[in-house]
């Protein structure tokens, strides 16, 4: 089983992370669960939400605790959040900063890739959510979920220009991450 | 069909196909995505039904009240705070015999003040006279209101359907969403027995002296007892007529073989599958008693089940403040008299607040119980917080 979880704050669109890239590997034919667990509920709060994809319906409803992969929408949440928790040895943390991933100088093993995911929400999409960009990134990264049924996705949650520009952000992840890294050092 | 959606959005779409005449509810978190969801069906058209407004939950109740009253199939969601507001009113619902359907997301009370998930809320109206059925999942807690509606219309009784609020109905998972006229089939319009009517006058509830309450009260709790048999068979039939299995009094998962069952109701159900297969791997033998309908209490079906079991744990997301584990209460007297001897029945309390049960804390409760029984425990208690306290 997969297990992602989402860090982000209240309003940079976390739950509907979740969202697509569960549905996203339920369109690839996969079973996926999205659930979040809010805190104050309101803007910008700490947020989390929990993704799980397998082959088998899945029956669990504990919190996500060990994650293979994180992401994370807020870089300034490291500090304040135990963001890194439970996180897999070998996992991934994909975490939304214009720097390269060893400037983080995260306290991990796991493969840490960056991509400047705000930057590229406001030219694209005019609002700073990088939550789209963010699942661009670990698509292709991972090849867990493919783009193609993100863009499906995206385009049921968001019909109209406000999809169309969300799929654009989700095409330029992927052809950043493609380049190789996210940010040049 | 097979869709990917929300829990609550589950919920509205199989609610407006079960073709509710009257709907009135007032907004309170986690039950909010369900109430806006058939408010927008009914104001595009889409649901040809009255969605009467209200300034709060006492109200809502009291609406629906009337509206089933007038002969009209009526429904209702709350939570929390909402259900306790309507207390007074759930009674008179039960006692009148309204055949209403609620759905309980299922959240904290206060104080302090939480809007995450445990049971309180629909445990501490257990009495009030609703059949109360529990869901495990998505699937089950669509399912649940196609059924809940054929039961309460069967018996002239009034379905709680709960839910966990947050855990369910803010999950996204696959939901097999039958076509309306699945539903039709199943659950033919609601033909009412007894109609207030101002061409044929006549009262509801108005006024039992001593020689007629206790009967009165009698009656019902006979009626609870005997709608055993219809939620029983409501099941059976919806299982026939969808392909799945859903609902019934109570469900079991590897019981067979297990030396130790855990019994618990709702979504953590399903981690604890998990973890019994877990358990298996290691030669484990541990099985899952599922409640369904937690009132009526099916404590046969019970019994039947757990004769042979020597030991037995409830796993429950609610308290009896001053007594222990309401669940565990309810399973101990399950048991005929002289049956409990020998017999360890162990009780956690477990979730509340939103408390997260991980598979750990589930795995050290299952390993205490192998070595003790356990009278009462809070599982996952933070003992930091609680040592400075004079306990």
């Known amino acids: ?185 | 069909m097979l869709k990917y959606l929300e829990g609550s959005h589950a919920v509205s779409q199989v609610v407006a196909m079960c073709r509710p005449q009257v709907i009135s509810a007032y907004p309170i978190t986690p039950q909010t995505h369900i109430v806006e969801d058939l408010a927008r069906l009914v104001s595009e058209g889409r649901l040809d039904a009255e969605f009467i407004n209200v300034e709060s939950e006492f109200s809502a109740a009291s609406v629906i009240l009337g509206a089933s009253a007038a002969g009209a199939r009526a429904y209702t969601t709350t939570t929390s705070q909402g259900l306790l507001l309507m207390t007074e009113v759930l009674y008179c619902i039960a006692g009148m015999r309204l055949p209403i359907v609620l759905t309980c997301t299922n959240r904290a009370i206060s104080a302090p003040l939480n809007i995450w998930n445990d049971q309180q809320d629909s445990m501490t109206v257990r009495d009030a006279g609703w059949i109360q059925v529990y869901a495990e999942d998505n699937q089950e807690a669509a399912d649940l209101h196609i059924q809940a509606f054929k039961i309460a219309e069967q018996t002239n009784l009034p379905v709680m359907v709960c839910m966990d609020g947050f855990i369910l109905t803010h999950a996204f998972e696959p939901v097999d969403i039958p076509e309306p006229q699945e539903v039709d089939a199943f659950l033919p319009a609601f033909k009412p027995q007894h109609i207030v009517d101002p061409r044929w006058p006549r009262a509801l509830g108005l006024y039992a002296d001593p020689r007629f309450y206790m009967e009165t009260r009698y009656i019902l709790h006979r009626a609870l007892e005997k709608s055993e048999d219809v939620i029983k068979q409501v099941s059976a039939d919806f299982s026939r007529a969808f392909g799945r299995p859903s609902g019934g009094l109570i469900r079991t998962y590897k019981l067979e073989n297990a030396d130790l069952v855990i019994v618990t109701m709702g979504s953590v159900a399903g981690t604890v599958k998990d973890l019994i297969d877990a358990l298996e791997e290691e030669g484990k033998q541990v099985g899952l008693l599922q409640i369904g309908s937690f009132r009526p209490f099916p404590k046969q079906a019970i019994y039947r089940a757990l004769k042979d079991k020597m030991n037995i744990v409830v796993l429950e997301k609610a308290v009896s403040l001053g007594r222990g584990g309401i669940l565990a209460s309810d399973v101990r007297w399950s048991f005929p008299r002289g049956e409990r001897k020998g017999r360890v029945i162990s009780s956690f309390i477990a979730g509340l607040g939103g408390r997260n049960i991980s598979t750990d804390s589930l795995r050290e409760m299952v390993e205490r119980v192998c070595l003790e029984p356990v009278e009462l425990d809070f599982l996952g208690l933070n003992k930091e917080i609680i040592a400075e306290r004079d306990l």
């Open chain 1, 1 to 185: 089983m997969i297990e992602i979880r989402i860090h982000g704050r209240g309003g940079q669109g976390n739950v509907a992370a979740a969202e697509l890239l569960a549905n996203a590997a339920f369109k690839d034919g996969k079973y996926a669960q999205a659930f979040p667990s809010f805190g104050a509920e309101r803007i910008g709060a700490p947020v989390q939400a929990f993704v799980r994809i397998d082959h088998k319906p899945i029956r669990t409803r504990e919190e996500v605790r060990q994650p293979g992969y994180l992401i994370v929408q807020d870089r300034y949440l490291i500090d304040t959040v135990p963001v890194l928790d439970g996180l897999k040895p070998d996992g991934l943390v994909i975490v939304n900063a214009d720097t390269c991933p060893e400037d983080l100088q995260l306290k991990t093993t796991a493969t840490v890739a960056t991509i400047p995911a705000t930057e590229i929400a406001l030219e694209i999409i005019g609002k700073p959510i990088p939550n789209v960009i963010m699942i661009g990134a670990f698509c292709s990264i991972t090849g867990l979920v493919s783009l193609e049924a993100v863009q499906r996705a995206i385009r049921e949650k968001f019909p109209g220009k406000m999809g169309e520009n969300n799929v654009a952000a989700l095409e330029r992840a992927h052809e950043i991450m493609q380049k190789g890294k996210g940010q040049p050092c």
